[in-house]
């Protein structure tokens, strides 16, 4: 069993943080379920996450560079595997024995190559696998190979202290490589999975981590009445975005949409970053969503695709919502939140070990 304080270190966590992964979730769990009425819900809350994913793993590797003078790629890659792998091959098993028995999509001769594709990370890669029960793998695949570049971009801003600018070329070859592979594409939605396309998201948020103070010199305080009204103008912005028509085929969805939404959603993390308890007990259903937030992903695009929400608008998307709740609190308790305790308590051996959550919420406090 844990000691009682691996389990209070396991819940020390940032409260605004894991509501606003709870609201980006929110945004692709609808998407997936009406589709054809908010078309672009679901980039925007991928985008979202995108940007928070960026601000936090910045904060977890600054932490490692501050106080250790390096990066430990090995303890980095171990948490990223216990928190990551576990949940996903339980998934992949799911789909491997529902194909196998059922095949509700006749998809039995493409499953080898969809697992193969999701369980390295590279479904968002043109390799021809068409498997579509694990078409929403492209998010996770280009989180995963962008945790394999960071790490490696901010140590060696470090070491030749050019950090600002290696972020700002990051970001500038990111951009650059959107516009290339729009001219080669025969159409836009031909880029809408690449690792390139959507990913400057993490760089704005990696760059809104490193600039932070500067940042909320130019916001209003958080906590006044004009930090909330410009949270409310950027939700109203947000939410607006979602019900525009699906942006795969449109190329300023790339240029300009990805990084709007992404600037919007710094605004966004600045607020929550102060929350560390929800001020009403009216969030806590998205807040629990936000701490199920990656086995809810993972499982929601299966159910609704095997349900049939695209054929079915009725019953079909709500009983897709409901299933995705009881599959993500199944993987929860059963898998990620005992190897959680188990990955602290190897935490806990490193009495100066670090947590993005606690990066943030020491620097916000100075900042």
Not at 74 to 89: E, K, M
Not at 178 to 199: D, H, K, M
Not at 345 to 363: G, I, K, L
Request: charged share 15%; proline share 5%.
């Amino acid at each position: 069993m844990a000691s009682s304080a691996t389990r209070h270190k396991l819940g020390d966590r940032i409260e605004g943080l894991d509501l606003l992964r709870g609201f980006a979730l929110a945004l692709v769990l609808v998407h997936h379920s009406w589709i054809t009425f908010f078309g672009a819900g679901g980039i925007v809350g991928v985008l979202i996450f995108f940007t928070l994913s960026g601000y936090l793993i910045t904060g977890l590797l600054m932490g490692d560079l501050r106080n250790y003078g390096r990066i430990r790629y090995a303890r980095f890659y171990r948490n990223r595997a216990l928190r990551l792998l576990p949940a996903l091959y339980v998934l992949l098993a799911g789909l491997v024995l529902v194909t196998l028995t059922i095949d509700p999509r006749n998809e039995r001769d493409a499953l080898l190559g969809g697992v193969l594709v999701s369980a390295f990370y590279v479904a968002n890669l043109p390799l021809g696998v068409d498997f579509f029960t694990v078409v929403h793998m492209w998010t996770l695949s280009t989180e995963e190979q962008f945790y394999l570049v960071w790490p490696v971009v901010l140590a060696v801003g470090v070491r030749l202290r050019i950090l600002k600018w290696m972020v700002a070329l990051a970001g500038l070859a990111i951009m650059g490589m959107v516009f290339l592979t729009l001219q080669v594409a025969n159409i836009p939605a031909e880029i809408y999975p690449l690792p390139s396309s959507w990913s400057v998201a993490m760089v704005v948020g990696a760059g809104a981590r490193l600039g932070q103070e500067r940042i909320a010199r130019l916001l209003p305080a958080p906590g006044g009445v004009a930090f909330r009204l410009l949270q409310l103008v950027v939700l109203a912005v947000l939410l607006g975005m979602c019900l525009l028509p699906l942006p795969d085929n449109h190329a300023i969805s790339y240029t300009v949409g990805g990084p709007l939404v992404s600037a919007l959603s710094v605004v966004l993390i600045f607020g929550a970053r102060e929350w560390k308890t929800i001020p009403t007990p009216a969030l806590r259903p998205l807040l629990a969503l936000g701490k199920v937030s990656y086995a809810a992903y993972l499982w929601n695009w299966p159910i609704a695709f095997w349900l049939g929400v695209d054929t079915n608008h009725t019953v079909a998307p709500v009983l897709a919502i409901v299933l995705t709740f009881a599959a993500a609190a199944v993987s929860w308790w059963v898998v990620e939140r005992p190897i959680a305790l188990w990955r602290a308590r190897m935490n806990e051996r490193d009495p100066r070990h670090v947590t993005p959550e606690t990066v943030v919420s020491a620097e916000s406090r100075r900042g």
